[in-house]
């Protein structure tokens, strides 16, 4: 035991964090006699039990009342609930769902175990934990569909270096919770406050679930494993966006990615540069080159010399991700003109 204080007949334990290595059956049980042993002394009503750094159970404390106690064991009688739980993959391209099992039954509860989870090192070795190192649920709550996760500071001063990393550290909390039907969005919070930026990302929103970030790409179902360049609406820069692409029969990789391109919309502080009623009027491939003729929606709609830039950048990077491409030429209803500030009389690579 680290520490111990009474307050309004509630006694507060702090217990080294080798306790919250306990589950299941074996947790029920410590927590039972710690809660009944204690229960026992003048003026203690409750017991609250907490570890130095990691979760109980999934949960940051953990409060009993003596008689919540059950004196006989219905453990086995309780029936395991499975969860899906999403890690990111080898490469953190995708994020890969994994089955947990828990007897907990309250949707906040279950809820809270799950992201706990993701701090877990996963039974499959080719994915990785996406939690930062340290960090602990303060407090998960559900209200209309709204899931409000308050993290440890851990979480932030943890936080990911990379861009893909912290993406994909935001989407497996993101696309975890939901898997559970009362949840519809989730936004996060460090020690009661709410950030306005991650490293890169945008923290003031309400993010929603992103079925396109997770894999694995299938591609004997003709998916592409796609990098798409859209902006960070945050602070409008361009970013490379790992995509699971699905191409119909007569599509070639190049057009499935255009077309998805041209299809993205505003989806969790990412927006496409393209305009929105740009379409692909033509798109051939010649060896490392891919030609693509866009209607006149594409420069009516860029007014400035940076979202020229942007456009024009987002479709190059875009396709040059897929391996066979090295060049783009682009043209505005057949001719290489069209733009003010940029010229397309030229290879893009």
């Given at each position: ?70 004196l006989e064991d219905n453990s086995l009688e309780m029936a395991e609930n499975t969860l899906n739980v999403y890690y990111a993959d080898e490469r953190y391209r995708y994020l890969i ?253």
């Amino acid at each position: 035991m680290v520490s111990a204080s009474v307050s309004n007949g509630v006694l507060s334990l702090e217990l080294t964090d080798a306790f919250a290595n306990l589950s299941g059956v074996d947790l029920s049980l410590a927590l039972s006699c710690i809660s009944m042993t204690f229960s026992q002394m003048e003026g203690v009503e409750a017991v609250e039990l907490s570890t130095e750094h990691l979760p109980i159970g999934g949960q940051a404390k953990i409060r009993l009342d003596r008689d919540q106690i059950l004196l006989e064991d219905n453990s086995l009688e309780m029936a395991e609930n499975t969860l899906n739980v999403y890690y990111a993959d080898e490469r953190y391209r995708y994020l890969i769902a994994a089955e947990e099992k828990t007897k907990l039954e309250g949707t906040e509860e279950q809820a809270a175990f799950a992201i706990s989870m993701l701090g877990a090192k996963p039974q499959n070795d080719s994915l990785h934990a996406t939690l930062p190192e340290g960090t602990e649920i303060l407090d998960l709550s559900i209200e209309d569909g709204l899931c409000i996760v308050d993290f440890s500071a851990d979480f932030y001063r943890n936080r990911p270096s990379s861009e893909a990393e912290e993406r994909l550290t935001i989407l497996s909390i993101v696309d975890t919770l939901t898997e559970f039907k009362e949840i519809e969005n989730v936004q996060l919070y460090v020690e009661g406050e709410a950030l306005s930026t991650y490293s890169r990302m945008d923290l003031t929103m309400k993010f929603t679930r992103d079925e396109t970030a997770i894999g694995p790409v299938r591609a004997g179902l003709n998916e592409v494993d796609a990098t798409l360049s859209v902006l960070r609406k945050n602070d409008w820069t361009l970013t490379e966006v790992p995509m699971r692409v699905k191409s119909e029969a007569n599509e070639t990789d190049s057009d499935a990615v255009m077309s998805a391109l041209l299809n993205f919309r505003e989806r969790n502080g990412y927006i496409s540069p393209i305009p929105a009623d740009t379409e692909v009027l033509s798109l051939t491939e010649r060896g490392n080159r891919c030609m693509v003729d866009l209607s006149k929606d594409f420069a009516a709609g860029l007014t400035t010399e940076q979202s020229e830039l942007l456009a024009v950048q987002s479709i190059v990077s875009s396709l040059t991700s897929l391996e066979r491409i090295r060049y783009v030429n682009i043209t505005i209803e057949g001719q290489a003109s069209g733009l003010t500030y940029v010229n397309l009389n030229q290879d893009f690579e």
